[in-house]
């Protein structure tokens, strides 16, 4: 099993859409959990952190079930400006890793007109 | 506020030419910094992390190296680049003293090796 699988996509969206990325990790031990976003070209930034209550940022809701190891994202009236590819990150555990985190390969959404 | 710089933007090299790509950190003391590279199409594969002056820890095999000769400054080099280099370098920081792990990235040097 891969240390953090996203969604593959690409996932194409009408504006106003409601759209989820999920994603495994696969280490139980994984104690914090981010949503990223990176534009086209651009370097990747943190959009949201994971709480096990699941947290919301107005449009955007996430969630972590440790019992299933899986993380989701949720966004609700998807803007054109959303449009990016969307990275599940998971803080590595173990040995010398406590500084590192694990990127999945992303999720590219295009939200149309 | 922190603010993470990273220079040249955009670098084509012919192979076999040496690398030298800089990345500085200001507004915090003594972060954990990170270089990254994706290769087209594919995800962030760590390259190095350092967690103090001339602490570096390697991740993957390779013609690259990197130091961190001063607090707030990271360097990724290369004595002969080879074509499979080329990818979009990225340097992170990331803060001690607090719980979360989170790190934040810098705009990154797009590098082609011709």
């Known amino acids: 099993r891969k240390e953090v699988e996203q969604d593959p996509g690409p996932f194409n969206v009408p504006e106003g859409a409601t759209v989820a990325f999920n994603c495994t990790y696969s280490n139980s031990a994984s104690q914090s959990f981010f949503w990223y976003r990176q534009d086209c070209r651009k370097e990747p930034k943190l959009l949201m952190s994971?709480?096990?209550s699941g947290n919301e940022d107005g449009r955007f809701t996430a969630q972590l079930n440790r019992a299933s190891q899986y993380i989701s994202l949720l966004i609700r009236d998807s803007k054109l400006s959303d449009s990016a590819t969307y990275l599940c990150v998971v803080n590595s555990v173990g040995g010398g890793s406590n500084y590192k985190l694990t990127f999945g390969k992303g999720t590219l959404l295009t939200v149309n007109p | 506020s922190q603010t993470i710089h990273q220079w040249p933007a955009t670098l084509v090299q012919p192979v076999g030419s040496p690398l030298s790509l800089e990345c500085t950190v200001e507004?915090?003391?003594?972060?954990?910094l990170y270089w990254y590279r994706q290769a087209a199409g594919r995800g962030l594969q760590l390259l190095f992390y350092?967690?103090?002056?001339?602490?570096i820890s390697s991740e993957v095999p390779q013609n690259l190296s990197a130091s961190r000769p001063q607090d707030r400054q990271f360097i990724l080099s290369s004595k002969k680049l080879l074509l499979s280099d080329s990818g979009f370098y990225l340097c992170a920081w990331r803060g001690k003293g607090h719980a979360g792990h989170e790190q934040y990235f810098g705009p990154g040097t797009r590098l082609t090796v011709t």
């Open positions: 994971v709480y096990s």
């Open positions: 507004g915090t003391s003594n972060p954990n």
């Open positions: 350092s967690v103090g002056i001339g602490q």
